[in-house]
Structures are given as structure tokens and as C-alpha cells.
């Protein structure tokens, strides 16, 4: 009876973990730059109730720091590299984000819709 419990978790996991690999590969990917102390676009436009993947670029030589209080995110990025964030899924709404280095020109926000 016992191996028939473990072959019966077997197949499922068989079942389940192909499954998994696919939805990890279908995370829509979005793009945010920091150019000149500032994020592009200022205005992010992504789907609600979605896992994203959030890839920022800093184009700049400086570091910068992208932070949301509300996401609950924060993450150095250093000059001339990029980073990688995964957010939500979320309600819709707004979601202010800032760069912490920069704060009085590094400024943007989600829109989730």
C-alpha cells in the first residue's frame, strides 16, 4: 500500500513540475532604463493579477538604487549593468518607484492595469 502512495506522488509530481518550467518560462518581461539620474519610461504599463519581470538597465556610469515602499522592493544597480527584479502579482493601480541615489529626478511609477 505504501508504494502505491509513493508511485501515485511520483506521477504526480511527474505531472505538476512540467508544468511549472513552463509557466516559470511565460513571465512577461518589461524594460526600465536609469539615463541620466532618471527612469525611462517614467510611466510603466503592466497587466494586474501577472507575475512580471521587471529588467532594469542603468545606462548611466553611477550607481542607482530602485526603490518602491509600496512593491516592497529595492535593488542597487550598479553603473553600466542591469538587474532583475519579479514583481507581483498585483491589483491594479499605482505603484510609485524611485531611485534612491537620485530621488529628486529619478522618479516613476507602475501602472497596473
Not at 65 to 80: A, D, N, W
Request: net charge neutral; hydrophobic share 45%.
Amino acid at each position: 500500500m505504501r508504494r502505491a502512495g509513493l508511485l501515485r506522488s511520483g506521477l504526480l509530481l511527474m505531472c505538476v513540475l512540467p508544468l511549472a518550467a513552463v509557466r516559470a518560462g511565460d513571465i512577461p518581461e518589461f524594460a526600465l532604463s536609469v539615463k541620466a539620474h532618471q527612469f525611462e519610461p517614467a510611466e510603466l504599463v503592466i497587466p494586474a493579477a501577472t507575475k512580471v519581470k521587471l529588467i532594469i538597465h542603468n545606462l548611466d556610469a553611477a550607481p542607482e538604487e530602485f526603490e518602491s515602499y509600496e512593491l516592497k522592493r529595492e535593488k542597487v544597480i550598479p553603473g553600466q549593468s542591469s538587474g532583475l527584479l519579479f514583481i507581483g502579482p498585483l491589483a491594479p493601480g499605482t505603484y510609485p518607484f524611485f531611485g534612491d541615489f537620485n530621488p529628486e529626478t529619478a522618479r516613476g511609477h507602475l501602472l497596473v492595469k
